[in-house]
């Protein structure tokens, strides 16, 4: 099952207002990367995190990686009817290749 | 250049059946990942390949699931006695392959699969 858990499930915003989705491991994570698939389409990468504590900015998208690693965040500032699309965060651990997909948050934006 | 692409785009088949879903990765790209995805779901692991060596095949769910990359560059993953519990859309994602790994993944279009 999937080790890393993501919330919320769902969002609805009125364009303008800001979203955040929370991605959480139960182990240290090695990085973790951040996708977005709109609906239909499949994942299109949108970064990676490495370092503890790493903030990296996007335009209107901020994405953080937390102290222990194990935590992660992206926060979209004034959101856009181009921003629908489910956000999934994907961390891996130790040494291996294998990538741990959360269950992604879905958003909706309202005009 | 061209994109990760998949074939086919639609498989229906009946249980028990075999099937074969095939990945074109982006050339030059010598790492590899299948995945497959149910619906509001995340993109599982199945299996991941660098070059031709399969380096992680621990999400493949049993044995009748098997894949190939022969040449380090088309994947092919063999479904056997389709279940219907097999249905999902199949994802392959290639990256470069260096640095640990490191990289972002490219993925195709994915191929639903339906077993009746």
């Known amino acids: 099952g999937q080790q890393v858990m993501q919330i919320p499930q769902y969002q609805h915003v009125q364009e303008g207002e800001d979203f955040t989705t929370y991605c959480n491991s139960s182990?240290?994570?090695?990085?973790i990367q951040w996708y977005k698939q709109r609906p239909g389409g499949h994942p299109v990468f949108l970064i990676q995190l490495v370092k503890s504590g790493e903030v990296k900015k996007q335009k209107r998208l901020t994405f953080q990686f937390g102290e222990a690693k194990k935590n992660s965040s992206l926060h979209i500032t004034a959101t856009q009817t181009t921003d629908v699309g489910t956000y999934f965060c994907?961390?891996?651990?130790?040494?291996?290749?294998?990538?741990?997909f959360g269950a992604g948050t879905r958003l909706f934006v309202k005009a | 250049g061209a994109g990760v692409s998949q074939t086919p785009s639609n498989k229906v088949t009946e249980k028990g059946k075999y099937v074969e879903l095939r990945c074109d990765p982006i050339s030059g790209h010598t790492a590899l990942y299948w995945y497959r995805q149910s619906l509001g779901q995340g993109p599982e692991f199945l299996i991941y390949?660098?070059?031709?060596?399969?380096?992680?095949d621990s999400g493949l769910p049993n044995d009748r699931f098997f894949a190939v990359r022969p040449e380090g560059s088309v994947s092919t993953l063999k479904i056997q006695r389709t279940e219907r519990g097999d249905s999902a859309v199949y994802l392959c994602a290639s990256s470069e392959g260096l640095a640990g790994g490191y990289n972002e993944q490219f993925f195709g279009p994915g191929t639903r699969l339906t077993v009746l």
């Open positions: 390949f660098q070059g031709t060596g399969a380096a992680d």
């Open positions: 994907a961390g891996r651990k130790g040494g291996g290749f294998k990538t741990i």
């Open positions: 182990t240290t994570l090695s990085n």
